[in-house]
């Protein structure tokens, strides 16, 4: 009983402690060898996981999203709509390629259209290309791309977003030149009506809506830094290209009326002198032709003498007509009608006054007669 209780007694004291009584034990009892075990370290775990949780497998990917359904416009697909408009485009731009190449007469379905002015006009070439042709390369990709997107592998490797921005650039491009040839249009060939004309911008126009129903507004925005960015760099091109361009006059085209000169029969008054020689002084000038009956009236209210100290400037020095064009210097002055004054800036249109002539380049002088 003794021995169990020093056992129990010494299993209760700390490690080091319990080793000394066990030695000393040991050294002075001799009958009794004992030796005291030291309890069983156990460990506090979980139960075992399972065989699945031991060796977990690999996360399931993310499921992948099907791919948006194509956009639609009253039950027709987008890239349909766009095919379509663009092979509309491609044999509008074919048969006034072929107009342009032959030399040929274009057929204006309006009465009185001026489909030859503008078709033979300096304004249908840009940069020694005629833009037919260029318009017939534009619409041919668009129905190419718009064929390919629509499940047609003209063009294998391409992604469709990439086809989709494409034609989102391409039309863009076409719709910033449709609305630069309306300015044209509009500012240089005045009481021209031109079907073709407005029948490209229409469809250029349409591609350009139908691309943007196409990817939607939200992604759109993403790239109007890009679209800004083509349409910039087709109006500064088309500038460029248009620079030194000039306009035939409207309605002659049947017609060459060679350059003839006006005899002015009436006397320049001394006030008329004057007011010749300040206009010179002040850089005024007068656009004119030699056809135009006003431009005529205005010398003769100048006088003989007076007339030629004016500078006047002849906007058809070599004739009027069917391949005659406006001078350079007119057509960049914007001349429309005739005569046109050109004093500090301001423009007048028709033929004037002296006074008002006068009093518009700052002409004042005592002692001259006004008559």
Not at 100 to 114: D, H, I, R, Y
Not at 260 to 268: A, G, L
């Amino acid at each position: 009983m003794a021995t169990i209780s020093a056992t129990l007694s010494i299993s209760f004291l700390p490690s080091s402690i319990r080793f000394a009584v066990a030695t000393t034990s040991t050294c002075t009892t001799s009958s009794s060898s004992w030796r005291i075990k030291r309890p069983a370290r156990f460990r506090c775990c979980a139960e075992p996981s399972s065989p699945e949780q031991e060796n977990p497998s690999t996360p399931a990917p993310p499921p992948v999203k099907p791919p948006a359904s194509p956009s639609s416009l009253w039950g027709i697909s987008t890239s349909t709509w766009s095919a379509g408009v663009a092979g509309l485009g491609f044999l509008e731009t074919a048969y006034l390629s072929y107009i342009k190449l032959t030399g040929s007469e274009a057929f204006c379905p309006v009465s009185g259209g001026g489909c030859g002015d503008v078709l033979q006009s300096d304004y249908s070439v840009v940069f020694g290309i005629p833009l037919p042709l260029l318009g017939l390369v534009a619409y041919g990709l668009v129905l190419t791309l718009s064929l390919q997107e629509n499940g047609k592998k003209f063009l294998p490797g391409i992604d469709d977003l990439d086809i989709r921005l494409t034609l989102l650039l391409i039309s863009t491009s076409m719709a910033t030149a449709s609305s630069y040839f309306l300015y044209i249009l509009n500012t240089r060939f005045i009481g021209t009506s031109c079907s073709y004309c407005l029948l490209s911008a229409f469809l250029s126009f349409t591609l350009f809506s139908i691309r943007v129903k196409d990817l939607g507004l939200e992604r759109v925005q993403k790239f109007v830094g890009l679209q800004l960015s083509v349409a910039i760099i087709v109006a500064l091109a088309l500038t460029n290209s248009y620079s030194s361009a000039t306009t035939q006059l409207n309605g002659t085209d049947d017609f060459v009326l060679e350059r003839y000169d006006t005899e002015i029969t009436t006397e320049s008054t001394p006030f008329a002198i004057a007011l010749a020689k300040h206009l010179h002084s002040v850089g005024a000038k007068m656009y004119g032709a030699f056809w135009c009956s006003h431009c005529n009236e205005q010398k003769q209210i100048f006088g003989r003498e007076a007339t030629k100290i004016l500078d006047y400037v002849e906007c058809f020095p070599n004739g009027a007509g069917k391949g005659k064009k406006m001078a350079p210097e007119c057509a960049a002055a914007g001349i429309e009608g005739f005569p046109t004054w050109i004093i500090n800036g301001k423009v007048l249109g028709g033929d004037q006054e002296l006074p008002v002539l006068a009093e518009e380049s700052g002409f004042t002088v005592e002692g001259t007669e006004q008559s």
